[in-house]
């Protein structure tokens, strides 16, 4: 029985057969010889953890290595390992689902805020710096020079901000300071930093920079259990053989961010 199609799909088709003709080059009488060429697949990206059905990419372990040089705490200590980077990961992934959770929309930073940060980075970041950052032609420089551009920095800079924000409003609420903590610090601690012959400061010009020091303190302390919790809360599932030791640290808690 032969089937006859309508007029306008048998135009279609017909077009459709004499392009794909001329593309196979060897006539429509040899159409294998256009599909005899071996395929090769390119891995564009690939999964490497799933933190509570969020997955991260290798390309995100990638990113926050080459976007590590913004953080004034790595200076001189080198790029993160993919270990320790998808470590820093799987803390974001686990605070960024507890910010969506409870909805904290006040907590994400105006672009202002973002932009005077940057600001800030360009003076004080030790690479940048080193780099003369202060004009935007040498800001530009140093971006190029680490594959960076202005649109990934905001991105960077509002994630940390936004989460920099929800442990301030979550921890740093109702903790107190007392004056006898204030001065066993600077007895303490602070005292024994100066050298015998360096004049030190009276304990009324520092102890409103102590009594910040002992906040911070009480807020990471508070944080990281908070973390740890989560953690063993949470789904996290390491799939790249080659990050499994991450798997490890996970389970045992890691550190703040």
């Known amino acids: 029985m032969r089937i006859r199609l309508p007029i306008r799909l048998r135009l279609a088709f017909n077009t459709a057969s004499g392009l794909l003709c001329l593309l196979m080059l060897a006539g429509c009488l040899a159409p294998s010889a256009a599909y005899a060429q071996p395929s090769t697949s390119v891995v564009l990206d690939r999964v490497v953890a799933v933190v509570n059905r969020q997955v ?3 390309s995100d372990i990638h990113d926050d290595i080459e976007l590590s040089v913004l953080d004034p705490s790595r200076d001189g200590k080198g790029a993160p ?4 980077a998808l470590e820093q990961l799987i803390s974001r992934a686990l605070i960024q689902q507890q910010i969506r959770q409870e909805d ?3 907590i994400e930073p105006s672009q202002a805020e973002v932009n005077a940060r940057i600001q800030e980075l360009r003076k004080v970041l030790p690479a940048c710096v080193r780099a003369h950052c202060s004009t935007e032609a040498e800001w530009k420089a140093f971006l190029a020079a680490h594959d960076l551009t202005q649109q990934r920095v905001e991105a960077y800079v509002r994630n940390r901000m936004e989460i920099l924000h929800f442990i301030e409003e979550r921890f740093r609420q109702g903790i ?3 004056h006898q903590q204030i001065q066993t610090y600077y007895y303490n601690v602070l005292l024994p930093q100066y050298p015998v012959d360096q004049a030190v400061p009276p304990l009324d010009k ?3 920079r102590i009594q ?3 906040l911070e303190q009480q807020v990471n302390v508070l944080f990281d259990n908070w973390l740890d919790n989560l953690r063993k809360q949470g789904d996290v599932e390491i799939l790249d053989p080659a990050l499994e030791a991450s798997k490890m640290q996970t ?3 890691g550190g703040s961010q």
Do not use: K, N
């Open 212 to 214: 910040e020091i002992l």
């Open 206 to 208: 520092v102890s409103s």
């Open 176 to 178: 107190q300071i007392t």
């Open 251 to 253: 389970s045992q808690g």
């Open 56 to 58: 991260i990419l290798a």
């Open 81 to 84: 390992t993919q270990q320790s």
């Open 104 to 106: 904290l929309q006040f």
